[in-house]
């Protein structure tokens, strides 16, 4: 899983509430248990003329030059609530976004999210509404700073926005660790369990 520190990038509005799974990668793009090859269906009804085409909607905004190369989504309150499909994590992890800011997430995707080396942060609606404004003057050279090592982000007129996160998640991105790599980092507490286990129930260990 790459690393997730700090962050400086483009970043793109996508200001709506509750955006599904279903939304962001519809089960008609998912064409295989892979975490590859899942982009070119990220938000692919909103984003191309016709269902199942692929022919892109100018007024979608990942499909406005002024936000080419976006790496940070801003986005509205509940996303990726619906179904559980890590499909979705992967999808916008393939396009290139690494950190989404929302004023709050599905339990679920969140979790999908830190687990694939995106970066869910919460902020107040407001507090984005305020960033993808000041954004949105020259979104190129106005980028936003997601830093995860102080826990800020930072807005291109400068005024800068702490957020929360819990220290599990924190290691894990700042790591690069998935969820078998955390569990390895108490690899000494284990054996010294699984040692005093053995010592104290010998008969549990016995090979059948």
């Known amino acids: 899983m790459v690393k997730f520190d700090v962050l400086t990038a483009v970043a793109a509005p996508l200001l709506r509430a509750n955006v599904d799974t279903d939304a962001i990668i519809p ?64 999808a916008l992890l393939e396009f290139g976004i690494r950190a989404i800011v929302a004023p709050s997430f ?49 807005g291109p007129d400068g005024a800068v926005h702490p957020f929360a996160i819990d220290p599990e998640s924190r290691d894990m991105l700042l790591e690069g660790l998935d969820a078998i790599d955390l569990t390895l980092t108490q690899r000494g507490a284990i054996e010294a369990f699984t040692a005093a286990d053995r010592a104290l129930r010998p008969w549990i260990y016995v090979l059948q």
């Open 106 to 154: 599905s339990p679920i995707f969140r979790m999908n999210c830190v687990r694939n080396g995106m970066l869910p942060v919460c902020l107040p609606a407001a507090t984005i509404a305020a960033i993808a404004e000041s954004v949105a003057i020259a979104p190129q050279a106005r980028r936003v700073t997601v830093d995860l090592v102080r826990q800020v982000v930072s």
């Open 27 to 90: 089960s008609r793009e998912m064409k295989s248990v892979s975490k590859t090859g899942l982009a070119a269906g990220l938000f692919a009804g909103w984003r191309y003329t016709q269902i199942g085409g692929r022919q892109p909607d100018p007024g979608f905004v990942l499909n406005q030059p002024a936000y080419a190369g976006a790496q940070v989504l801003l986005a509205g309150e509940n996303f990726g609530c619906g179904s559980s499909r890590e499909h979705a994590a992967w």
